[in-house]
C-alpha cells in the first residue's frame, strides 16, 4: 500500500535508504515524509538522502484531494513526526466495504448500505467527500439489512426489509432496495408487501463534513457541517467546497437544521414507490462521473472453465473505471493506482497496467506513455531524462526502491512492446525521443559494478537489473524498427549486464541455488527468494514474435521455476512475495509474504513462456481460485497461508481494490494462454498456446492486434486456431 500518486507500500513508516554496510534486515531510524517533486526538476535539487527528483514518501497510504484527471500531492496524515520518527495514524479497514468507481468518484458503502458517517464511509469526488452520512428510515425503523452486493465497478445494490406491525406473524412488510452510483446517485424504492393500503413515512438523515479524504484517513475530518435548504434537497459549504444533494420527487419536508428529508409514501397492495438523490459538488442537476473515452477493447472470454468468462470480464470493467484523465491533456488516459487510497497516477503501476492490457488495444499505453513523456526530466543535468516517482516501502529486508527507476526502464519496453501489437507509427515516432532519453539515463545511470543501484545511494535490486537489461534489449530492437542508430551497443551492453549478473548474483547452493534479491552496497548477497525473481524469467517481445533472451541460463531459470513453483513460494493462492521459509515472513506483509496478484501474473507469463508449463500452470489455478473467492475483484494483495481443505485467502484489510495492476493481472494471466506473439510492422502474428490447457478449452474474442479485432481458440489439447483477424495478418510459427 502507498499513497494515491505514490506506489503501493504497507501501512507503517517508509524507512530512508539503509547507508552502505549497514547488516542486513537492521532497519534505520525512519524518518519524515517528504512530498514527490510538482514537476521534474531540471537541476540537480532534491531531498537529502534521495536522488535527483525522488522524495520519500511515507509507508502508509496517506490519500489527499485530487485535481479532476490528475495526481494529488501528498500529506502526511495528521501533525508531521517528531524527531525521532512517530506513528502514523492507524487507516480504516476498507476489506469489509462496498466500493464504486468511476474515476474520480468514489463511494465507499458499509456492507448494510446505510452510511453513518463512520470511518472512510461516503461519497467522494476528486478526493473530497461530499456527502458522509445517508441514514434511511421507513415508518419510524430502522431497516434490517438482508444483503449488500457489486452490481459493477461503478454501482451496488442494497436490500433490506421493515416490518410495520399492520400484519399479524414475523414475516416483513415492506422491501427496500438502494442501488447507489459511484457519481452520487442513488435510487431508493420502497415495496409494500402488505395486504391492505399503507401510508409511509420515510426519512432520510444527511450530513457531511466535506473533508479531504487525506485527513478521513487520518482520523482528522473535523465535525459536520451546518446544512441549508437548497431547491429540493440540502447544501453544505465551505470556501473551498460545495456539496448539494437534490431529492426526485421533492420531499414533503426538509429539515436543514436537522439535516433531514421527509416524505409521506401511500402504497397499495405490492406497489412501490422510488426516491432519487443526487450528490454534486455544485448546483447543478446531475455532475457526471469522470469518463473517458475507453481505449480498452471489450475483451471476452469463454471455455471449459466458466469462471474465466466472469474474471476477464471483471478485470476489464475495472480497469476501465480506474481510467482518469491527464490534466495536462485531457484527451490521455492513464489508470489510476487504486481505489479508496490511491485515485490518482502511479507511474511504474500504471505502465505495468498499460503493459498488461497491450491485448486489448494500444490506446492505453500510448496515452500513459504520454502522459509520463509529460514529466521526463528534461536538460542535460543530473537525472537528465529519468521519469520522477516517489520511493516504494521494500519490506523489512531492504530500504525503499524508486518507482522513477522502474519507470523510467519500462518506457522504452513498452512502447516497443506497444509497436509489435499495432501502435501506428506516427505515434511510436512521436514518443521515440522520450524512449531513446530514457536509454540515455540508463547508460549513465550504473555504478562502478556496473549494476543499477535502486536507489543511488541503496542496493542493487535482481529486478532492477532485470528491467535494465529488458529496456536494453527491447530498446535497441525498438531503434532497429525505427530506423535510428545505437541497436547493437544496446545489444553488447545487455550481453555485458547478463554476465556480470550471473557472477554475482546467482548464490550456488546444494539444492541448485537461488537469485540474490539484492546486493548490498558492499557487494555482499541479501539471499532472500522473494517474487521479484519473477521478473527475471519476464523478457518482453521482441519482433517476429520472439522472445528477448532474459538474465539466466537455461538451467538457472529451470532452478528458479522449481523454486517458484515449490509451496514455500506457491501459497496454493498465487506467489507469495517472500517464501514462507524466509526469515521474516509475514502472510500478510505487503513485500514480505502476502499474494501480490500482478507478481503471480508475470510470473505465470514468464514460466510459461520459458517452458515451464506445470508451475505455470499450478500458479494461474490458484490465482483464478483466489479471483473466485474475491468475487473475480482481486485486491492488490492479500493473505495466504499455505492452502488445505476448506481454506480461503484472506482479505489485507488495507489493501486497494479495485486495482489497476490488480485488475491487469486477470487479464495479463488469460492472454498468456494464448501465447499470442504479434508483430503489426511485418503483419505477422504467432500464437504459441500453453501445452496442456491448463484450464481446459478456452476462446478469447474481442482483442486486438493491428489496431483490428483479434478471436483465438485454444482446444483441450492446447492447439491454438486464430478465427478474427486483421486482413493481411500472417500467421507466423
Excluded at 539515463?441 to 535494465?468: I, K, N, S, V, Y
Excluded at 555485458?496 to 534479491?517: C, K, M, S, V
Aim: proline residues 12%.
Amino acid at each position: 500500500m502507498a499513497p494515491p500518486a505514490p506506489e503501493t507500500g504497507p501501512p507503517g513508516t517508509t524507512s530512508a535508504p539503509r547507508p552502505p554496510g549497514l547488516p542486513s534486515g537492521t532497519a534505520p531510524a525512519p524518518r519524515p515524509p517528504q512530498p514527490p517533486p510538482a514537476a521534474a526538476p531540471a537541476s540537480g535539487s532534491h531531498p537529502p538522502g534521495s536522488p535527483p527528483g525522488i522524495a520519500a514518501v511515507p509507508d502508509a497510504p496517506v490519500p489527499t484531494a485530487l485535481p479532476e484527471g490528475g495526481s494529488p500531492g501528498v500529506r502526511p496524515p495528521g501533525p508531521p513526526p517528531g524527531p525521532g520518527g512517530g506513528r502514523r495514524a492507524e487507516l480504516p479497514p476498507v476489506h469489509g466495504a462496498v466500493i464504486c468507481v468511476a474515476a474520480p468518484c468514489l463511494v465507499v458503502s458499509p456492507e448494510h448500505g446505510q452510511l453513518t458517517g463512520q470511518g472512510i464511509e461516503g461519497v467522494y469526488r476528486s478526493g473530497r467527500r461530499l456527502l458522509s452520512r445517508c441514514v434511511l428510515r421507513v415508518a419510524g425503523r430502522d431497516p434490517v439489512a438482508v444483503q449488500g452486493r457489486s452490481l459493477g465497478p461503478d454501482r451496488a445494490v442494497f436490500a433490506a426489509t421493515v416490518r410495520t406491525g399492520v400484519e399479524p406473524g414475523p414475516d416483513p412488510d415492506i422491501g427496500i432496495e438502494r442501488v447507489r452510483h459511484a457519481d452520487g446517485t442513488e435510487r431508493i424504492t420502497v415495496r409494500s408487501f402488505a395486504a391492505r393500503p399503507l401510508r409511509l413515512p420515510v426519512e432520510v438523515s444527511l450530513g457531511t463534513d466535506l473533508a479531504e479524504l487525506a485527513a478521513v484517513a487520518a482520523g482528522r475530518a473535523g465535525p459536520e457541517l451546518a446544512a441549508g435548504v437548497h431547491a429540493a434537497g440540502l447544501r453544505w459549504s465551505t470556501e473551498e467546497a460545495l456539496a448539494v444533494i437534490t431529492a426526485e420527487p421533492a420531499p414533503d419536508d426538509a429539515l436543514a437544521t436537522a439535516g433531514l428529508l421527509r416524505w409521506q409514501l401511500e402504497l397499495g397492495p405490492g406497489e412501490s414507490r422510488t426516491i432519487e438523490l443526487r450528490t454534486t459538488r455544485d448546483r447543478t442537476a446531475r455532475a457526471p462521473a469522470g469518463q473517458v473515452a475507453n481505449p480498452l477493447a471489450g475483451a471476452r472470454a469463454e471455455g471449459d472453465d466458466p469462471r474465466v468468462e466472469a474474471w476477464l470480464r471483471t478485470s476489464v470493467d475495472d480497469l476501465r473505471a480506474l481510467l482518469l484523465r491527464d490534466a495536462a491533456d485531457p484527451g490521455d488516459a492513464f489508470a489510476a493506482a487504486g481505489v479508496p487510497w490511491r485515485l490518482g497516477l502511479a507511474p511504474a503501476e500504471s505502465l505495468w497496467a498499460a503493459r498488461m492490457a497491450l491485448p486489448l488495444g494500444t490506446g492505453l499505453a500510448a496515452a500513459t506513455l504520454r502522459t509520463l513523456a509529460r514529466s521526463q526530466v528534461a536538460g542535460r543535468g543530473p537525472g537528465a531524462g529519468r521519469i520522477p516517482g516517489p520511493l516504494r516501502a521494500a519490506g523489512p529486508q531492504l530500504p525503499p526502491g524508486c518507482t522513477g527507476t522502474e519507470a523510467t526502464l519500462g518506457f522504452p519496453a513498452v512502447l516497443a512492446e506497444a509497436r509489435r501489437w499495432g501502435l501506428p507509427e506516427e505515434e511510436v515516432a512521436r514518443l521515440l525521443p522520450a524512449a531513446e532519453r530514457c536509454l540515455d539515463w540508463l547508460r549513465g545511470a550504473l555504478g562502478e559494478d556496473g549494476f543499477l543501484t535502486d536507489p543511488d545511494p541503496g542496493p542493487r535490486r535482481c529486478e532492477t537489473q532485470a528491467h535494465a537489461h529488458r529496456a536494453a534489449l527491447l530498446g535497441a530492437d525498438l531503434l532497429d524498427g525505427c530506423g535510428r542508430a545505437g541497436a547493437e551497443e544496446w545489444r553488447e551492453w545487455a550481453a555485458a549486464l547478463r554476465e556480470r549478473f550471473l557472477d554475482r548474483f546467482w548464490i550456488d547452493g546444494p539444492d541448485g541455488g537461488r537469485p540474490a534479491a539484492a546486493l548490498h552496497p558492499d557487494g555482499r548477497p541479501l539471499a532472500r527468494l522473494t517474487a521479484a525473481a519473477a521478473h527475471l524469467l519476464d523478457t518482453g517481445l521482441l519482433g517476429g514474435g520472439s522472445l528477448a533472451p532474459g538474465l539466466l541460463d537455461r538451467t538457472r531459470s529451470e532452478q528458479l521455476a522449481r523454486l517458484l513453483g515449490a509451496p514455500p513460494m506457491d501459497s496454493g493462492w498465487g506467489l507469495r512475495s517472500m517464501a514462507a521459509r524466509e526469515p521474516g515472513h509475514n502472510p500478510f506483509g505487503h513485500r514480505s509474504g502476502a499474494v501480490r496478484p500482478h507478481e503471480t501474473a508475470v510470473a505465470v507469463a514468464g514460466l510459461a513462456q520459458s517452458g515451464h508449463e506445470k508451475e505455470a500452470a499450478g500458479l494461474l489455478r490458484g490465482l483464478l481460485d483466489a479471483a473466485e473467492v474475491f468475487g473475480y475483484r482481486l485486491p492488490e494483495m492479500y493473505a495466504a497461508e499455505q492452502r488445505t481443505a476448506g481454506s480461503a485467502p484472506l482479505p489485507h484489510p488495507a489493501a486497494c481494490r479495485p486495482a489497476a495492476v490488480a485488475a491487469a493481472a486477470g487479464i495479463h494471466a488469460l492472454t498468456a494462454l494464448a501465447g499470442i506473439r504479434p508483430d503489426a510492422p511485418a503483419r505477422t502474428v504467432a500464437v504459441a498456446p500453453r501445452a496442456g490447457a491448463p484450464l481446459g478449452a478456452l476462446r478469447l474474442a474481442g482483442l486486438r492486434v493491428a489496431g483490428e479485432p483479434f478471436t483465438v481458440r485454444i482446444s483441450r489439447l492446447g492447439v491454438g486456431m486464430v478465427e478474427e483477424a486483421a486482413d493481411g495478418l500472417q500467421l507466423g510459427g
